[in-house]
T-cell receptor, first 114, second 115 residues
């Protein structure tokens, strides 16, 4: 069975600083990986996805993530945080041939301070 | 294009009452998912359908919960009788195809409060 672990339930950064949200996956077959963002009182919105093409994936709002098989990681980064990035971020995994079912991490709440 | 539409957005009712949550997936999507989100348990998959057929309902908490998808454009999640511990935000999501590389698209959720 596949799973994801998000290290750090809360991350705080200063505006303009690097954002790094960590996600490690476990999967016995090549995984597909996703990052979603959830703003208050809204549903989850897709930021980006890795589907075995390029290992560096660019998403919306300046976010990107790099798939590293050797480290079983898919960390999310943004060079410069903006106040509007404050939200909860979820990493998710599905497996090849597993249909569209996703397994989500527990989420990381990002706080951006002035 | 319209996204996933859920109704109602908010529901407050007394314990013991029947609650029905509704979802209209994105047109053309053939997979539909129901999730529950709470502070304590995070995001939980309750059930998902493929081509209107329930594929995995292992996340449905108990017999008080039931879900149907009578056609490709409509699904309901019903709780009968409701209990205070059912209070949560319920999300519906849909995706296209059967390939696991397809993302899910979420509605804005129904915030349910059982008094």
């Amino acid at each position: 069975a596949q799973s994801v672990t998000q290290l750090g339930s809360h991350v705080s950064v200063s505006e303009g600083a690097l954002v790094l949200l960590r996600c490690n996956y476990s999967s016995s077959v090549p995984p597909y990986l996703f990052w979603y963002v959830q703003y208050p009182n809204q549903g989850l919105q897709l930021l980006l996805k890795y589907t075995s093409a390029a290992t560096l994936v660019k998403g919306i709002n300046g976010f990107e993530a790099e798939f590293k098989k050797s480290e079983t990681s898919f960390h999310l980064t943004k060079p410069s945080a903006h106040m509007s990035d404050a939200a909860e971020y979820f990493c998710a995994v599905s497996r090849t041939g597993g249909g569209n079912k996703l397994t989500f991490g527990t989420g990381t709440q990002l706080k951006v301070e002035l | 294009d319209a996204g996933v539409i859920q109704s109602p957005r908010h529901e407050v009712t007394e314990m013991g009452q029947e609650v029905t949550l509704r979802c209209k997936p994105i047109s053309g999507h053939n997979s539909l998912f129901w999730y529950r989100q709470t502070m304590m348990r995070g995001l939980e998959l309750l059930i998902y359908f493929n081509n209107n057929v329930p594929i995995d309902d292992s996340g449905m908490p108990e017999d008080r919960f039931s879900a149907k998808m009578p056609n490709a454009s409509f699904s309901t999640l019903k709780i009968q009788p409701s209990e205070p511990r059912d209070s949560a935000v319920y999300f519906c999501a849909s995706s296209s195809g059967e390939n696991s590389n397809q993302p899910q698209h979420f509605g804005d959720g129904t915030r349910l409060s059982i008094l």
